[in-house]
C-alpha cells in the first residue's frame, strides 16, 4: 500500500516561495516508470494538475506554472519536494501530492500578508 503524505509551511507570505515535501512509503519514488505528481486546488475550483517528477528525475511542469515550480527529489528520504516561487494569493489552495490512485491527505496552503 503506497502513502504519501504532504509537508510544509500552512501560511505563506506573498511575493515568497512556497515549498512543500511529500514523503512516500510503500514503494520507492525510483521505481521504473513510475511518475509522482503534484496537483492543487484552489477554494471553488476544480483540480489543477502542477507537475511531476519521474523516476529517472525527469520533471515535467504546467505550461501556466513552468516558469515559477521546481519539483526535485530526495531517493535518501523517498520524498519529493515542490517549490512555487513569487506567490500571490491566487496560489492560495489545497496541495496534493498524488501517484497513481494515491492521494495524500493535501495540505492547504494559504498566501496571505
Known amino acids: 500500500q503506497v502513502q504519501l503524505q504532504e509537508s510544509g509551511p500552512g501560511l505563506v507570505k506573498p511575493s515568497q516561495t512556497l515549498s512543500l515535501t511529500c514523503t512516500v512509503s510503500?514503494?520507492?519514488?525510483?521505481?521504473?516508470?513510475?511518475?509522482w505528481t503534484w496537483i492543487r486546488q484552489p477554494p471553488g475550483k476544480g483540480l489543477e494538475w502542477m507537475g511531476a517528477i519521474g523516476y529517472s528525475g525527469t520533471t515535467y511542469y504546467s505550461p501556466s506554472l513552468k516558469s515559477r515550480t521546481s519539483i526535485s527529489r530526495d531517493t535518501s528520504k523517498n520524498q519529493f519536494t515542490l517549490q512555487l516561487n513569487s506567490v500571490t494569493p491566487e496560489d492560495t489552495a489545497v496541495y496534493y501530492c498524488?501517484?497513481?490512485?494515491?492521494w495524500g491527505l493535501g495540505t492547504q496552503v494559504t498566501v496571505s500578508s
Open positions: 498524488n501517484f497513481l490512485n494515491y
Open positions: 510503500g514503494d520507492s519514488i525510483t521505481t521504473n516508470y513510475c511518475y
